[in-house]
Protein backbone atom coordinates (compact mmCIF):
# COMPACT_ATOMS: atom_id res chain seq x y z
CA UNK A 1 0.00 0.00 0.00
CA UNK A 2 0.68 3.59 -0.01
CA UNK A 3 2.25 5.55 2.18
CA UNK A 4 -0.30 7.42 3.22
CA UNK A 5 -2.11 4.39 4.51
CA UNK A 6 0.21 3.13 6.61
CA UNK A 7 0.72 6.04 8.16
CA UNK A 8 -2.58 6.26 9.04
CA UNK A 9 -3.25 2.91 9.98
CA UNK A 10 0.05 3.49 12.28
CA UNK A 11 -1.83 6.50 13.49
CA UNK A 12 -5.42 4.81 14.15
CA UNK A 13 -3.78 1.66 15.84
CA UNK A 14 -2.47 4.52 18.62
CA UNK A 15 -5.58 6.25 18.98
CA UNK A 16 -7.81 2.85 19.20
CA UNK A 17 -5.76 2.40 22.61
CA UNK A 18 -2.02 1.18 21.72
CA UNK A 19 -1.24 4.77 22.81
CA UNK A 20 -1.49 3.86 26.58
CA UNK A 21 1.30 1.47 26.64
CA UNK A 22 4.13 4.32 26.32
CA UNK A 23 5.10 7.35 25.86
CA UNK A 24 5.24 9.15 22.15
CA UNK A 25 3.68 6.03 20.92
CA UNK A 26 1.86 7.79 18.22
CA UNK A 27 5.25 8.81 16.90
CA UNK A 28 6.35 5.15 17.25
CA UNK A 29 3.40 3.64 15.31
CA UNK A 30 3.78 5.92 12.41
CA UNK A 31 7.22 5.10 12.09
CA UNK A 32 6.93 1.13 12.70
CA UNK A 33 3.92 0.81 10.33
CA UNK A 34 6.50 2.63 7.21
CA UNK A 35 9.24 0.74 8.54
CA UNK A 36 9.34 -2.54 6.25
CA UNK A 37 9.76 0.52 3.21
CA UNK A 38 13.43 0.98 4.56
CA UNK A 39 14.21 -0.83 1.65
CA UNK A 40 13.75 1.87 -0.81
CA UNK A 41 17.67 2.72 0.10
CA UNK A 42 18.27 0.00 -2.42
CA UNK A 43 17.04 2.27 -5.16
CA UNK A 44 20.62 3.84 -5.16
CA UNK A 45 22.26 0.86 -6.28
CA UNK A 46 19.76 0.85 -9.36
CA UNK A 47 16.48 0.28 -10.83
CA UNK A 48 17.00 -3.61 -11.07
CA UNK A 49 18.72 -3.49 -7.73
CA UNK A 50 15.56 -2.23 -6.25
CA UNK A 51 13.61 -4.63 -7.60
CA UNK A 52 15.28 -7.11 -6.18
CA UNK A 53 15.51 -6.39 -2.70
CA UNK A 54 11.72 -4.13 -2.92
CA UNK A 55 9.74 -5.69 -0.47
CA UNK A 56 12.25 -8.58 0.07
CA UNK A 57 13.68 -9.31 3.42
CA UNK A 58 11.95 -6.44 5.55
CA UNK A 59 8.74 -7.28 4.58
CA UNK A 60 9.08 -11.01 5.99
CA UNK A 61 8.23 -12.38 9.50
CA UNK A 62 11.60 -12.97 9.99
CA UNK A 63 12.92 -9.26 10.37
CA UNK A 64 10.01 -8.35 11.98
CA UNK A 65 11.62 -8.14 15.56
CA UNK A 66 14.88 -6.10 14.17
CA UNK A 67 12.24 -4.02 12.44
CA UNK A 68 10.16 -3.51 15.10
CA UNK A 69 13.45 -2.41 17.59
CA UNK A 70 14.93 0.67 15.36
CA UNK A 71 11.74 3.00 15.74
CA UNK A 72 11.59 2.63 19.44
CA UNK A 73 15.35 3.39 19.50
CA UNK A 74 14.65 6.25 17.21
CA UNK A 75 12.44 7.87 19.04
CA UNK A 76 14.15 7.26 22.42
CA UNK A 77 17.06 8.85 21.08
CA UNK A 78 15.10 11.83 19.62
CA UNK A 79 12.64 12.85 22.80
CA UNK A 80 15.62 11.64 24.94
CA UNK A 81 13.22 11.04 27.76
CA UNK A 82 12.06 7.28 29.05
CA UNK A 83 9.82 4.72 27.24
CA UNK A 84 8.10 1.94 28.23
CA UNK A 85 10.68 -0.20 26.52
CA UNK A 86 8.32 -3.69 26.78
CA UNK A 87 4.85 -1.78 25.71
CA UNK A 88 6.95 0.36 23.35
CA UNK A 89 8.18 -2.59 21.67
CA UNK A 90 5.05 -4.34 21.62
CA UNK A 91 3.31 -1.93 20.05
CA UNK A 92 6.22 -1.10 17.17
CA UNK A 93 5.63 -4.88 16.76
CA UNK A 94 2.22 -4.31 15.58
CA UNK A 95 2.89 -1.21 13.48
CA UNK A 96 5.29 -3.49 11.73
CA UNK A 97 2.86 -6.47 11.22
CA UNK A 98 -0.21 -4.03 9.82
CA UNK A 99 2.32 -3.02 7.27
CA UNK A 100 3.06 -6.55 6.36
CA UNK A 101 -0.83 -7.08 6.47
CA UNK A 102 -1.57 -4.19 4.29
CA UNK A 103 0.63 -5.46 1.62
CA UNK A 104 -0.43 -8.77 1.42
CA UNK A 105 -3.68 -7.45 0.43
CA UNK A 106 -2.46 -6.48 -3.00
CA UNK A 107 -1.39 -8.21 -6.42
CA UNK A 108 2.35 -6.90 -5.76
CA UNK A 109 2.36 -9.35 -3.37
CA UNK A 110 5.58 -10.13 -0.26
CA UNK A 111 7.55 -13.04 0.33
CA UNK A 112 6.57 -13.06 4.00
CA UNK A 113 8.32 -16.61 4.46
CA UNK A 114 12.32 -15.17 3.38
CA UNK A 115 14.81 -16.75 3.84
CA UNK A 116 12.64 -20.02 4.14
CA UNK A 117 10.95 -19.36 1.12
CA UNK A 118 10.86 -16.98 -1.74
CA UNK A 119 7.89 -17.31 -2.85
CA UNK A 120 5.63 -14.18 -2.88
CA UNK A 121 2.60 -14.09 -1.77
CA UNK A 122 -0.04 -12.40 -2.32
CA UNK A 123 -4.55 -11.70 -2.18
CA UNK A 124 -5.13 -9.32 -5.25
CA UNK A 125 -7.70 -7.48 -3.03
CA UNK A 126 -6.72 -3.88 -3.00
CA UNK A 127 -5.03 -1.39 -5.40
CA UNK A 128 -1.46 0.07 -4.52
CA UNK A 129 -3.73 2.84 -3.61
CA UNK A 130 -7.21 2.78 -3.19
CA UNK A 131 -9.75 5.62 -3.11
CA UNK A 132 -12.61 3.89 -0.96
CA UNK A 133 -9.65 3.35 1.67
CA UNK A 134 -8.13 6.50 1.15
CA UNK A 135 -12.03 8.51 1.99
CA UNK A 136 -12.10 6.25 4.97
CA UNK A 137 -9.05 7.46 6.19
CA UNK A 138 -9.79 11.02 5.43
CA UNK A 139 -13.44 11.16 7.11
CA UNK A 140 -11.78 9.43 10.82
CA UNK A 141 -9.09 12.39 10.69
CA UNK A 142 -11.81 15.05 9.77
CA UNK A 143 -14.32 13.20 11.93
CA UNK A 144 -12.75 14.45 15.31
CA UNK A 145 -12.28 17.43 14.03
CA UNK A 146 -16.27 18.66 13.43
CA UNK A 147 -16.93 16.49 16.68
CA UNK A 148 -14.38 19.36 18.77
CA UNK A 149 -15.97 22.20 16.16
CA UNK A 150 -19.77 21.17 17.10
CA UNK A 151 -19.08 20.66 21.11
CA UNK A 152 -17.01 24.17 21.22
CA UNK A 153 -20.05 25.66 19.46
CA UNK A 154 -22.56 24.05 21.77
CA UNK A 155 -20.75 24.33 24.67
CA UNK A 156 -20.66 20.26 25.49
CA UNK A 157 -17.66 18.32 26.96
CA UNK A 158 -15.41 16.65 24.76
CA UNK A 159 -16.15 13.37 24.13
CA UNK A 160 -14.09 9.80 22.68
CA UNK A 161 -14.77 10.63 19.26
CA UNK A 162 -10.84 10.81 18.73
CA UNK A 163 -10.92 6.81 19.59
CA UNK A 164 -14.53 5.92 18.01
CA UNK A 165 -13.26 6.98 14.55
CA UNK A 166 -9.94 5.36 14.77
CA UNK A 167 -11.65 2.05 15.82
CA UNK A 168 -13.80 3.04 12.69
CA UNK A 169 -11.10 3.24 10.14
CA UNK A 170 -9.93 0.16 11.74
CA UNK A 171 -12.90 -1.74 11.29
CA UNK A 172 -13.30 -0.20 7.59
CA UNK A 173 -9.99 -1.96 6.33
CA UNK A 174 -10.74 -4.82 8.42
CA UNK A 175 -14.67 -5.58 6.94
CA UNK A 176 -13.65 -3.92 3.36
CA UNK A 177 -10.96 -6.65 2.81
CA UNK A 178 -12.85 -9.05 3.67
CA UNK A 179 -15.76 -7.81 1.33
CA UNK A 180 -13.07 -7.81 -1.42
CA UNK A 181 -12.01 -11.16 -0.70
CA UNK A 182 -15.49 -12.67 -1.52
CA UNK A 183 -15.77 -10.57 -4.93
CA UNK A 184 -12.09 -11.67 -5.53
CA UNK A 185 -13.23 -15.46 -5.16
CA UNK A 186 -16.29 -14.60 -7.56
CA UNK A 187 -14.50 -12.90 -10.33
CA UNK A 188 -11.97 -16.14 -10.36
CA UNK A 189 -14.25 -18.12 -10.14
CA UNK A 190 -16.47 -17.05 -13.30
CA UNK A 191 -13.35 -16.89 -15.62
CA UNK A 192 -12.27 -20.32 -14.53
CA UNK A 193 -15.73 -21.78 -15.38
CA UNK A 194 -15.06 -20.59 -19.18
CA UNK A 195 -12.77 -22.24 -22.45
CA UNK A 196 -11.16 -19.62 -24.12
CA UNK A 197 -10.33 -19.96 -27.89
CA UNK A 198 -11.27 -23.97 -27.55
CA UNK A 199 -8.35 -24.23 -24.08
CA UNK A 200 -9.31 -24.26 -20.64
CA UNK A 201 -7.09 -21.78 -18.38
CA UNK A 202 -3.36 -22.43 -17.16
CA UNK A 203 -4.35 -20.26 -14.31
CA UNK A 204 -6.40 -16.68 -13.76
CA UNK A 205 -5.55 -13.57 -11.83
CA UNK A 206 -8.59 -11.06 -10.98
CA UNK A 207 -6.90 -7.67 -10.37
CA UNK A 208 -7.98 -4.59 -8.51
CA UNK A 209 -8.55 -1.04 -9.17
CA UNK A 210 -8.78 1.98 -7.29
CA UNK A 211 -12.08 2.92 -7.68
CA UNK A 212 -14.75 -0.07 -8.04
CA UNK A 213 -14.87 -2.90 -6.10
CA UNK A 214 -17.10 -4.93 -8.73
CA UNK A 215 -14.91 -4.30 -11.41
CA UNK A 216 -11.69 -6.24 -11.85
CA UNK A 217 -8.79 -6.23 -14.61
CA UNK A 218 -9.24 -10.72 -15.90
CA UNK A 219 -5.93 -11.91 -16.37
CA UNK A 220 -5.90 -15.47 -18.28
CA UNK A 221 -2.90 -17.68 -18.98
CA UNK A 222 -3.43 -20.16 -21.57
CA UNK A 223 -0.79 -22.64 -23.20
CA UNK A 224 0.63 -19.80 -25.92
CA UNK A 225 -1.15 -16.95 -24.64
CA UNK A 226 -2.05 -14.22 -22.23
CA UNK A 227 -5.77 -12.79 -22.54
CA UNK A 228 -6.71 -9.55 -20.87
CA UNK A 229 -10.52 -8.55 -19.92
CA UNK A 230 -12.28 -6.72 -18.07
CA UNK A 231 -14.48 -8.51 -15.08
CA UNK A 232 -17.56 -6.61 -14.15
CA UNK A 233 -19.52 -8.76 -11.79
CA UNK A 234 -22.46 -6.84 -12.38
CA UNK A 235 -22.57 -7.59 -16.17
CA UNK A 236 -22.62 -10.73 -17.99
CA UNK A 237 -18.72 -11.83 -18.87
CA UNK A 238 -17.69 -12.22 -21.93
CA UNK A 239 -14.31 -14.68 -22.61
CA UNK A 240 -12.67 -12.33 -24.87
CA UNK A 241 -10.07 -9.29 -24.57
CA UNK A 242 -6.76 -8.70 -25.57
CA UNK A 243 -4.85 -11.58 -26.83
CA UNK A 244 -0.62 -11.57 -26.20
CA UNK A 245 1.28 -14.23 -27.66
CA UNK A 246 4.22 -15.51 -25.85
CA UNK A 247 7.48 -16.01 -27.94
CA UNK A 248 8.23 -18.71 -29.72
CA UNK A 249 11.40 -20.80 -28.13
CA UNK A 250 14.53 -19.62 -30.36
CA UNK A 251 18.20 -19.12 -29.28
CA UNK A 252 17.80 -15.16 -28.64
CA UNK A 253 15.55 -16.05 -26.08
CA UNK A 254 17.14 -18.43 -24.87
CA UNK A 255 20.33 -16.45 -24.68
CA UNK A 256 18.94 -13.22 -22.82
CA UNK A 257 16.79 -15.70 -20.31
CA UNK A 258 20.48 -16.64 -18.93
CA UNK A 259 21.72 -13.14 -18.25
CA UNK A 260 21.69 -12.35 -14.72
CA UNK A 261 18.97 -9.08 -15.47
CA UNK A 262 16.63 -11.86 -17.27
CA UNK A 263 17.17 -14.03 -13.99
CA UNK A 264 16.34 -11.27 -11.64
CA UNK A 265 13.35 -10.53 -13.24
CA UNK A 266 11.95 -13.87 -13.22
CA UNK A 267 12.49 -14.39 -9.59
CA UNK A 268 9.81 -11.26 -9.32
CA UNK A 269 7.54 -12.04 -12.21
CA UNK A 270 4.70 -13.99 -11.79
CA UNK A 271 3.03 -13.78 -15.29
CA UNK A 272 6.10 -12.98 -17.16
CA UNK A 273 5.19 -12.52 -21.27
CA UNK A 274 8.58 -12.49 -23.69
CA UNK A 275 8.36 -10.85 -27.26
CA UNK A 276 11.09 -10.84 -29.55
CA UNK A 277 11.29 -8.38 -32.24
CA UNK A 278 13.87 -8.35 -34.93
CA UNK A 279 16.29 -5.19 -35.28
CA UNK A 280 18.18 -4.04 -38.69
CA UNK A 281 20.90 -2.44 -36.84
CA UNK A 282 22.72 -4.26 -35.75
CA UNK A 283 22.21 -6.33 -38.72
CA UNK A 284 20.82 -9.88 -37.72
CA UNK A 285 19.60 -9.14 -33.77
CA UNK A 286 16.67 -9.77 -32.34
CA UNK A 287 15.55 -7.37 -29.27
CA UNK A 288 14.03 -9.52 -26.59
CA UNK A 289 11.20 -8.12 -23.81
CA UNK A 290 10.16 -9.69 -20.21
CA UNK A 291 7.65 -8.06 -18.70
CA UNK A 292 5.17 -8.56 -15.73
CA UNK A 293 1.93 -8.84 -17.37
CA UNK A 294 -0.03 -8.18 -14.29
CA UNK A 295 1.27 -4.09 -14.86
CA UNK A 296 0.25 -2.96 -17.67
CA UNK A 297 0.66 -4.28 -21.42
CA UNK A 298 3.20 -4.84 -24.28
CA UNK A 299 2.16 -1.08 -25.28
CA UNK A 300 2.08 -0.18 -21.78
CA UNK A 301 4.68 -1.90 -19.10
CA UNK A 302 5.28 -1.14 -16.27
CA UNK A 303 8.23 -3.79 -15.47
CA UNK A 304 10.37 -4.60 -18.28
CA UNK A 305 13.42 -6.86 -18.78
CA UNK A 306 15.88 -6.18 -22.02
CA UNK A 307 18.42 -7.63 -23.94
CA UNK A 308 19.90 -7.32 -27.75
CA UNK A 309 21.17 -10.05 -28.90
CA UNK A 310 23.12 -11.00 -32.15
CA UNK A 311 23.10 -13.48 -34.98
CA UNK A 312 25.29 -15.15 -33.45
CA UNK A 313 23.02 -15.82 -30.27
CA UNK A 314 25.36 -13.34 -27.82
CA UNK A 315 23.61 -10.84 -25.78
CA UNK A 316 25.08 -7.56 -26.46
CA UNK A 317 24.09 -5.65 -23.70
CA UNK A 318 20.66 -6.31 -21.32
CA UNK A 319 18.97 -3.56 -18.79
CA UNK A 320 16.18 -3.69 -16.70
CA UNK A 321 13.70 -0.34 -16.88
CA UNK A 322 10.50 0.49 -15.15
CA UNK A 323 7.69 1.12 -17.64
CA UNK A 324 8.82 1.18 -21.32
CA UNK A 325 11.94 -0.44 -22.27
CA UNK A 326 14.18 2.57 -24.15
CA UNK A 327 17.12 1.58 -26.26
CA UNK A 328 20.61 1.69 -25.43
Not at 110 to 130: E, G, K, M, Y
Not at 277 to 285: Q, V
Request: with cysteine; proline share 7%.
Amino acid sequence: MDPLTHSATGLFLGRAGLDRFTPYAPWILVLAANAPDIDIVTLAGGQLNYLNYHRHLTHSLAAMPLLALLPVVLVRLCARRPLRWLGAYAISLAGVASHLLLDYTNAYGIPLLLPFSSRWLRLDLTSLVDLWIWAALLAAFAGPVLVRLVNAEIGARSSGATRGFAIFALLFLLLYNGGRAVLHARAVAVMNARIYSGSAPWRVAALPGPVNPLAWRGLVETADSYIVLDVNLLEEFRPSGAVFYKAEPAPAVEAANRTAVFRDFFKFSQFPLERATPLSDPEGATRVEAMDIRFGTPDRPAFVATAIVNSQARVIRSWFSFGAARPR
